[in-house]
């Protein structure tokens, strides 16, 4: 089973600072690989699909990179509407979303 | 515009089942698949398989298989998740979330979830 390990758990950072997500798959996934913002009380929305692709209404600041087992999303310059905590997920056998990163106000 | 709106919130008793609905609108039910994915207090979120509006397939995660269904009412726009023999453990905020497709090859492929339904709490406690 695909296990998706997602570094930082938290990331304490100001508005206006870069910010750099990790997630590393346990075997390789291809590029088949979603990111999702969720904040507090609300469903997750879709950034980012297979790895690098902006979904659609995503702002130009969301990115994201690699392949096979190692990936990441970067937010260029927060937004104080980017806080909250962000999960990767998986599509190369079954579907398995990594335990998530939370992206706090420093 | 395109919606899932989900049924209310379900308290139950362990060793119960519970039938969760997700009405879809805005677009043609049978055209898309729907994933489930549920969310326990204060953790992450977890896949638990999905169901092709469409043909009414299903695929289900590992960890449900036996005691989670999917069925579908095409004349309603509808589906439905069934969990039986409830633990505490279940105890969980359910999601319904339609496919993202993505144009490639000549085919489009269902490549992340795009539209999520508002969330469907269920408690487990006796």
């Known amino acids: 089973e695909f296990v998706l390990t997602q570094s930082p758990a938290t990331l304490s950072l100001s508005p206006g600072e870069r910010a750099t997500l990790s997630c590393r798959a346990s075997?390789?996934?291809?590029?088949?690989l979603a990111w999702y913002q969720q904040k507090p009380g609300q469903a997750p929305r879709l950034l980012i699909y297979?790895?690098?692709n902006r979904a659609t209404g995503i702002p130009a600041r969301f990115s994201g990179s690699g392949s096979g087992t190692d990936f990441t999303l970067t937010i260029s310059s927060l937004e104080p509407e980017d806080f909250a905590v962000y999960y990767c997920?998986?599509?190369?056998?079954?579907?398995?979303f990594g335990g998530g990163t939370k992206v706090e106000i420093k | 515009q395109v919606q899932l709106v989900q049924s209310g919130a379900e308290v139950k008793t362990p060793g119960a089942s519970v039938k969760i609905s997700c009405k879809a609108s805005?677009?043609?039910?049978?055209?898309?698949?729907l994933h489930w994915v549920r969310q326990a207090p204060g953790q992450g979120l977890e896949w638990m398989g999905w169901?092709?509006?469409?043909?009414?397939?299903?695929r289900y995660s590992q960890k449900f298989q036996g005691r989670v269904t999917f069925t579908r009412d095409t004349s309603a726009s509808t589906a439905y998740m069934e969990l039986s023999s409830l633990r505490s453990e279940d105890t969980a905020l359910y999601y319904c979330?339609?496919?993202?497709?993505?144009?490639?090859?000549?085919?489009?492929?269902?490549?992340?979830?795009?539209?999520w339904g508002q969330g469907t709490t269920v408690t487990v406690s006796s």
């Open positions: 979330a339609r496919c993202f497709y993505h144009y490639d090859s000549n085919n489009y492929y269902c490549v992340a979830m795009g539209v």
């Open positions: 805005g677009y043609t039910f049978t055209s898309y698949t």
């Open positions: 169901i092709n509006c469409g043909n009414g397939n299903t």
């Open positions: 075997q390789s996934v291809g590029s088949y």
């Open positions: 297979d790895a690098s």
């Open positions: 997920q998986q599509r190369s056998d079954g579907l398995t």
